[in-house]
C-alpha cells in the first residue's frame, strides 16, 4: 500500500528524515518496502513565464522566446511548440538539468540562434504518457517556484507491506497512529466541521437491513445542491500519488477518506434510487446487475446487495452499480458508509472475481467504529467542494449494537512471557497510545478496551505482542528459556541433509521447493502403484491430489524451462511424499501416511558452454554421480547401485540403489520414452529418488580417526574377461572378500568390449591396493593373495585372466 509521507504529516509530526520514519515503522511492524520519490528526477526545473515570443529568422516552426525564471535577466529560449502564449506559465529545464527520459540540457544553438534551456511538455516531464504540446501551469504559481513543489510531486511514498491481520493499517490515519506510538508524538485526526440545513436526512431516504448478519451497521448521509465537477489539485495530486484516478469532486472525496480513515464509502445519485430506500438484502435466484465496470454479472443467493425498492444498485463491499451512479447531471447525493461481515465480501469479491479497494478491506475486518466519523468527514468534504448542503442528521441502522472486546492484562506475566520487564506504567502508556482503554482495574492486573479497529486482539498474549513490538525486539536481551541449562544438540537428520544439500549444490544442482498437490494423470503416467490422496476442495484439477512421488514436480520444472528455451536443467527436491494410510484420522494419528524423499534431475548440455567445451550432453553417470555425492558426504559404506526396472525408468539405463545390508532406498536412472512422449517432454532425462529416512540412518556424520599407514602399499592390475551382463560390483565384492585383510581397495579404471573379446563378454580392469598394518608385505605374499583372487573370479563369475 502506498503512503503519502506529505500526507501523513497532516495527523502527525514526523521525525526528521524519511528513513528515519521508515525504519521506526519497520521496528514497530510495519515494513517499509520501498521508498518512491517522484520530484527527484525534476531537478533543475522551475516554473517560468513566457514574456516575449518571435519567429525564429532561420526556422518557420520555430520561436525565440524571452523566458522570466525569477532572475534578474530574462533566458532566450528556442521553443518548437505552438499551444502557448505571451504571458503563460511553463515548466523550464535549466542548463545542467537531466530530464526523466534521460536529455540532459546544455546551452546550444539551434539553427543559428543560441537556447538557454528547454520549455518543456508533460511528456518530457515523465507525468504524462502523451503531450501534444507544452505543459500549460495555472498562472497563480510564483515564477521560480521549482516544479516538483508546484505540481505537488515534493514528496515521499512509502511502499508499506501490511500485512492481513493488521486492516486497520490500510489508511493514513492507521499509519499515522503507529507513527505517533513509535515517536511519541500526539495524533492529530480530522474534525470535520458539518454545515447542517434543511429537512432532516430521515426524510429524504430510508435505510433497512433485511440480513443483520452480514450487515451489521449501515449509515446514510444526504448532500443536495452538489454541483459535479473535477476536484481541487490538492485533492486530485493526492489521489495520484497513492494511485488512485480522479474521477469528480464527489467519487473522489469517497476515494480520499478511504485512503484517509481506511472505512470504503460510496455515493449513490439520490434521484435514480427508486422509491428513495435503500435495502440491504441478498441477492434473488436469477438476479442480475450490471457493475461500474460496465459488466453484467449473474448474482448468486449469497451474495450481498445494496438496493432500492426495484432493483440492486451495488454489490455490497464490493462494487457499486452502474444505474445509480454519480454523473455529471447529478445534484443530490446519498453518501454510504456500511460495515460488512468480512467473510461474505471475501466470497463475493472471489465469486465475481472483483477485487476492489473496498473489497480488500472490508474482508481483512473493517473499523465499525469509522463508519460515522468516515461519512461526517466525507460529507463535509463534498459540501465544501462541490457547493452542496448537508442534511441534518444521519440515518443509522444498527440492530444489533455489539459491544467492544475486552481483554485483561496480568502485567506479572508480561515478563514471564517476553522475557524482559517493562514497567507498568509504560505498559499503560503504550496501550493507551494504541488506543486501549483501561475500564477496569485489579490487583496487578488491568481490562482494556480493544479498539474496533484492531481486528486481531482476542487474548492476553495479543496486548503481549502489542507491548514487545513498541517496546522494541532489540530491548529484548538473548537468553535461554527457564529451566533450561543447554540446548539441546542438533537430530542427526538435519546435519545429514544439511550435508546432502551441499553435496548436491557441489554437483552443480539447484534446489527447487514444489506444490506438494500434482494432476493425477502424471502420477498415472509415472506408472504408480499406490493410490493417491484426493483432496476435497482442490483449487484445480492439475492440484487435486497429493503427490506419491517427487518426481511430477521436478519434470514440471523441466517442462517450463524447455518451453523458455532453457539449454540445460539440474535440479533436486527435498520433501514428502503421501500415500493412503486406512487408520489415517483416527485420534492423533495423521490423515496420510508421509515419507520423506530425495529427488532430482539432469537434462540437456553438461556443465558451461565454452569455446574450450564441446556440447557434451548429460547422461546416466550425472544422475548417479549426484548420488553418488550425497552418499560420500554422509560417509555411507557399501552402498551400491544394481541394474533394475522400474515403471518410470528406461530398462536400459536403471539401477537399484541399496545399502550394504540390503535396503532398498530408491532407484536412478533414464525416465522412460514412454513417460517423456505423454509429459511431453524431450528425451533423455536422467532421474533419481531416494528415501531419506534408509539414508540418514546409515550415514556417519562423526567420522572415525586412524593412523596413517607406516609401511608401503603394494599396487597390481587385474584385467578379466567376464559375462558381459556381470556387473562391476560383483566382481569387486569378490576381489574384497578373497584378498582378506591384505586388499586395502579395488577399483575399476577400464571397460572394453570389442576384438579380441568374444562375443557376449567383456573385460574389466582393476587397480588392487594390497598393504598390511604390521609388516611391509613381500611379493610372494601379495603374488600368492592376488593368485587366490583370480581363481575365485574364475570360479564364481565365469571369468577368466585375460593373457
Known sequence: MKISVKWLGDYVALPASVDELARKLTAVGLEIEGLERPGEGLRGVVVAQIKESVQHPNADKLSVTKI???GPETLQVVCGAKNFKVGDKVPLATIGTKLPNGVEIKQAPLRGVDSFGMLCSAKELGISEESSGLLILPQDLKVGTPIAQALGLDDVLMEVNVTPNRPDA???????????VA???QLRPPQPKLAESGAPASEKVKVRIEDPVRCPRY???????VKIGPSPQWLQDRLKACGVRPISNVVDVTNYVLLEYGQPLHAFDLDKV?????????????EKMTTLDGKQRALETEDLLICDRDRAQALAGVMGGADSEVSASTTRVILESAHFQPSSIRRSSKRHGLHTEASHRFERGADLDAVIPAADRAAALIAELSGGTVAPGRVDVYPSPQPPRRVTLRYGRVEKVLGVVIPEAECRRI???????PVEEGSGQTTFEVPRARVDVEREEDLMEELARVYGYDNIPAKLPRGLAELAPEPAASEAERRARHALAGMGLSEVVNYSFVPPRTLEVLGGKEKPVALLNPLSVEQSVMRTSLLPGLLENLSRSVRHQVESVAVYEMGRAYFQDSEGGQGQRPAAREVHRLAGL??????RRTWTQKDARADFYDAKGALEAVLHALHVEGARFVSAEAPSY???ACARVELADGTVLGHVGELHPRVSKALELPRDVFVFEVDTAPLYAAAKLVPAWGGLPRFPAVLRDLAVVVPLELQNDEVRRVILEVGGPLVEDAFIFDVYTGKPIPEGRKNLAYAIRYRSPERTLTDAEVGAAHQRIISEVNQRLGGALRT
Open 219 to 225: 449509515v446514510a448521509r444526504v448532500i443536495e445542491n
Open 183 to 185: 515517536t511519541g508524538a
Open 431 to 437: 496501550l493507551g497510545t494504541l488506543g486501549f482503554k
Open 170 to 180: 490500510l489508511s493514513h490515519l492507521g499509519v499515522a497512529r503507529e507513527v505517533a
Open 68 to 70: 522570466d525564471m525569477g
Open 650 to 652: 528406461h530398462p536400459r
Open 602 to 607: 539432469v537434462w540437456g548440455v553438461r556443465g
Open 274 to 286: 427508486a422509491g428513495q430506500e435503500i435495502i440491504v438484502r441478498t441477492a434473488k435466484p436469477g
